[in-house]
């Protein structure tokens, strides 16, 4: 029998590859090395495990250790790998048992991403946290929960719940003032959830809109709608430094001199790549410091694959390698290498860096480039427009404004990207969006695509619609 | 000065042609003959001016004969046009001053269609309904009123509004058992209607499910969804007769033999276009009996137009004429006519026969080929898979079933057609699908759209994914 097909990392990207690798060759053996306790969770639900809607940490789980092992997946919970031979085709692995050496025949790294906070100093105080992870996310609403409702049991994860930082937190005084710093999509879900609780919310961002990944006209609207919620923005203030009294964290302070008392701070600036395992390894990494990756997944060393929040992928509208590390590219990517290395070869996709946010009541979604200058560097000759429509007919009760940014490459009229916003079915229709970019519509196609319309749903010309129209007019 | 651009017909694909002509060229004469008083109404959105979800007639109406006018436009309400010499170029035209002559330069005929009830006797009893116009669901709502709270101006309309059929109805006592014969989107919608005012309604199809041209998985939920509402289902009858008493309808007749005693009907068994002013011209009309377009929506005859529910227009996927007259291809099409006939030549795009119908609470799309022996008939070898899979992540509140159905050509992979159901965020995303038509996708393409996640919106993978996936998994 050859060698076992390792997986480093069981999550969205690890275990969809185990899964398929079993389903397509299912007398592979497939080993998978987690050096956490938690497996296949929705990183994406913890704003709302921390705000109360989901109740219980089991919740955001997609697949219990029991369902992976019953696909015949030899699953290692508290095993780290710490180093791979890609000459030997080995990986070395450490576990409360010890160290040992695991062959390979394939090996897939598909270790994700860690949230960052070290350009802020004092980001080690007490009462200061990031979001990634249940174990984060547990630590934060067991603070926030009064000590005299706190149970640990309430919050659920049976043996995998990290019981000492939880009843450290919820035994203390819940936060009245909240810094959120970062106002991308963790930011803007955790000042929800921070508000749900009654908080203080102050939201800080270096640039001059929340969620700027998503536009200036998806910023702008967001905006709006925050303050109109009750949360304090303070934008254009870049946070340098967490400053604190006996441990525990008690201001902000911003570059531009100012500071505001606090006591708590989310820190959501940005993820990076867990590609250091592969430092002493040939294989090769992209500009983003992610590991680069080719259709099929495979890195610069064969036999050796990568996926998910640790690699690149190429972008659909650039072509080139592009880091874009969200949930479904991961699953997609894990799933055609499981494949695959299966027999059965299979692509991973493009990505288009398609997203959605709930802010709220509002809800966004972008897809593509927005950012001229990323079109100009990909040599597109970048052009604009942003409209507003009614995501229903007039006339109809409960029409929202939603409001449409696209943008094309004025000569050949290609659609690069486009953003939504608005209060009504606002975000699912950047699914339109990506998949005209997916299929390298022009903006004049886009335009006579035959789209749905019934009163209650959508306008005659649904606004992505409009927005295409009005683009295309400018275009030559 | 050269001869005018003529429009016959005042509604969504005449005034976007001439709308758009002035616009493209603001030199050129335009003139709209509409025999009716109302125009640019939302025919899509009657049922819920019947229900009273939409207050007034006005509010039904996207512009105004100001706002025309305003255009510069020469609109002539009354005047109907009855005859057209392709020869001379002229149509004669009636109105209460008279007969004329009026020259074209280039000539829109834009005359819509009309519900049919003719296969059914006793169609023109008293309280006997089509809905077809303003007129029509001004009737109906006033039948619907008790005559102590009716009041003709709450119709709202103005002069339009007429008032000797709304009077006569308005006096009348309320009907307490409906039927409605077809269970097509209108039969749906106005029984939603008709549930609001409490009346027992009973829904008739020919066919086994409602909603038959979004296919049968839409069908079976929708028919377990009205049944929970209280509508009363006759399916596989057909009504061949409406038996009266003293004029007035009192029951329904199937060919089963079967009998309802009711003291309403409302049919909605269908619409044929209104083509029959061309019959003694040589433009030609199609297999379906509307008028023969291409690419521009000119006709065989130079200098003649056609567009909207009187006229065919090529199919997203079979390429082949079809005519399918719903809203949204009608001012495409026209809008385009309007630049052509103005001097920039515009394709008027194809139809993919894109459909959104909300049945109470549940909401239903459908786009492209879905039956499989009209499939078969324009050389496909169709394979459908049906799947149901959560609207958001099932950890989030407010997640809902849903129901997709995907065919596509076993040989090639190509997407043929699809259908969606379920309670939230349902309809909207069938323009996924109408987009993946449009650009001529296969299924293994689909599958890799870089489609948004977010917990509140769609789960990793949106239900239009997952069918993606299972079908392309049966393909060879």
New interface residues.
Partial sequence: MSDPFVVVGGD?AGLSAASKCRRTAPDRDVVVFEKGQWISY?H??TP?FVKG??ERLE??L?LSPAAVEERGIDLRRGHEVVAVDTDARTVTVESADGRFEQPYGDLLVATGARAISDPIDGASLDSVFTLHGLDHAAAIRSYLTPPEEFDPADLGGGEARPNAVVERYGAMTPPETVAVVGAG?VGVEMAEAFEAWDLDVHLFQRTGYPVPGFGDAVGETVAEHLRETGVTLHLDEEVVELRGEDGHVSAVVCESGSTLDVDAALVGIGIRPNAELLDETPVERGASGAIATDSHGRTSVEGVYAAGDVAEMKH?VTGEPTWDP????A??AGRAIGATVGGDPT?V??????????AFDL?A?R?GLLDEERARDAGFDPVSKTITAGSR?????GAAETTVTLTADRETGRLLGGSIVGAD?A??????V??????E?TVA??E???????????P???P??VAAKVLNGTLP
Same sequence: chains 1, 2.
């Fill in positions: 969205a929705a994406c639900g709302y809607e989901v919740h955001l997609s999509y659909a969200l949930g479904l590219p699953n997609r692509p996709g493009d990505v288009a860096g398609t997203a959605m946010v709930k809800e979604g897809a007919s007039g006339y109809y009760p079915r975000a699912i229709r950047i699914d339109t990506a998949t005209a970019l997916g299929a519509l196609e886009l006579r695509q035959d789209l749905g319309y019934a009163p209650p749903f959508s005659v010309w649904d992505v619609l």
